[in-house]
Every structure is written in C-alpha cells, then in structure tokens.
C-alpha cells in the first residue's frame, strides 16, 4: 500500500498562496492522487484528483512530478473559509478499497 | 444533490450495548464504506461493499459487523461496543469501483460515545 505523508499542520494568511506537500514513495503505476478538505464536525469533501503533471479546477491546482512520488495542492488567495484539515489519498484505479490510504492530515488555519 | 445520511449525529451507549449505525445515500451508488476517524489517526477504512450483500474488510474490522441488504443502505454493528470503540464514524459512497474520478461523498459523521 502507498502511504502518504504530510505536515501536520501549517498556518497562513488570507490573500496568500498555500501549497501543501504530500510525499508517496511507495506510488503505484495504477495509483491516483486525490485531495479532500474536511471542516469541523463535516465529512470530508473532494477537493481534486489527478495522475500525473498538473490539475487545475476552479477550487485548487494539484501538481504531480515525473516521478509521481509526492504532490502539490497549492489553494490561490485562501480566506478564512479555507481553514480546515486536507487529506491526502492515493489509490489504486483497479483494486479494491483496501489500497485507498488517507495521510494523517494537514490541519491548515489561516488567519486574518 | 448527492446526499449521504446517517443515522445519528451524536450516540452513547454502554459497554456490551449491541449497536447499529444507519446509513444511507440517494444517487443509487454501487460502493459504501464505512471509516472511523481519531485524533492524528486520519481516517481508517472498516468495511465496504461494492454491492448488496457484498462486503468487504477494510485496515481494522475488528469488533465490528456490516450489513448490505439494500443498495442504498449500509449498516455498521458494534456486536458488544467497548471504550476503545470511542470515535467519529463516517459513512461514505461512490459511484465505481476504479479510482480515476472515483469520487467519494462523505455523511456529515456519527459521534459515537461508549461509556
């Protein structure tokens, strides 16, 4: 199984850049990366998904190096509204969901 | 609008208790899963199913059940609940088995507190 690994925490302010880190050594050919965004007292909630190179949709971008060993959600101008906890996920396109893995979680805060 | 709901927000039961947690989903979604989520554990995949009386063990199915007689409901059973059974439950669907755009809609969680 893929583990993913990603900060703990991180902290930014509003109208900034947010670029999250998630490190997946162990990749699979068949994996994907996908990012959830989870409130308080919420389930979590898609976010983006992508393979390789970069994603972009109207809530982030995700970028994916050649290697496909770690990714980049990076969130343009985040708001108070922002502030929760993103997953990392990577997983298997034919498997079954055993080979879903959520990282730990990023807890980010953004501030006024 | 997709809808993932479950059963209760906020649960105690005691030790022993014989407990069901509901869930159900509106947009005829062949997967389920059921995960349970800890401070600094993430989420941690129970059981799923991929159809009805389909199922399947996730990382940690010790201690606990699954019931899938209709598509669109999944059950999760404590047998006899214990403290360290203490959690977040989450209840989740998907539309595919393949990952790419496999997208996963969450309930908003039942708090369940064993006493």
């Known amino acids: 199984l893929a583990k993913t690994t990603q900060p703990i925490s991180m902290d930014s302010y509003e109208g900034q850049e947010v670029n999250i880190t998630c490190s997946h050594n162990?990749?699979?050919?068949?994996?994907?990366i996908t990012w959830y965004q989870q409130f308080p007292s919420q389930g979590p909630r898609f976010i983006i998904q992508g393979y390789k190179t970069k994603v972009t949709n109207e809530v982030a971008s995700l970028f994916i190096p050649a290697d496909r060993k770690s990714s980049t959600l990076s969130l343009p101008r985040v708001s108070l509204s922002d502030t929760a906890v993103y997953y990392c996920l990577v997983g298997d396109s034919q498997g079954s969901a055993r080979q879903l893995t959520f990282g730990s979680g990023t807890q980010l805060t953004v501030l006024p | 609008d997709v809808k993932v709901t479950q059963s209760s927000r906020y649960l105690v039961k005691r030790t022993g208790e014989k407990v069901f947690l509901e869930c159900v989903q509106d947009m005829d979604h062949e997967n389920m899963f059921w995960y349970r989520q800890d401070p600094g554990l993430g989420l941690r995949l129970i059981y799923f199913s991929y159809d009805v009386k389909m199922k399947e063990k996730g990382d940690i199915p010790e201690g606990y059940s699954v019931s899938r007689e209709k598509k669109e409901r999944f059950s999760l059973i404590l047998e006899s609940a214990s403290t360290n059974q203490t959690s977040m439950y989450l209840c989740?669907?998907?539309?595919?088995?393949?990952?790419?755009?496999?997208?996963?809609?969450f309930g908003p969680g039942t708090r369940l507190t064993v006493l």
């Open positions: 989740a669907s998907s539309s595919n088995r393949e990952m790419e755009n496999n997208e996963q809609f």
């Open positions: 162990n990749i699979a050919t068949n994996d994907y």
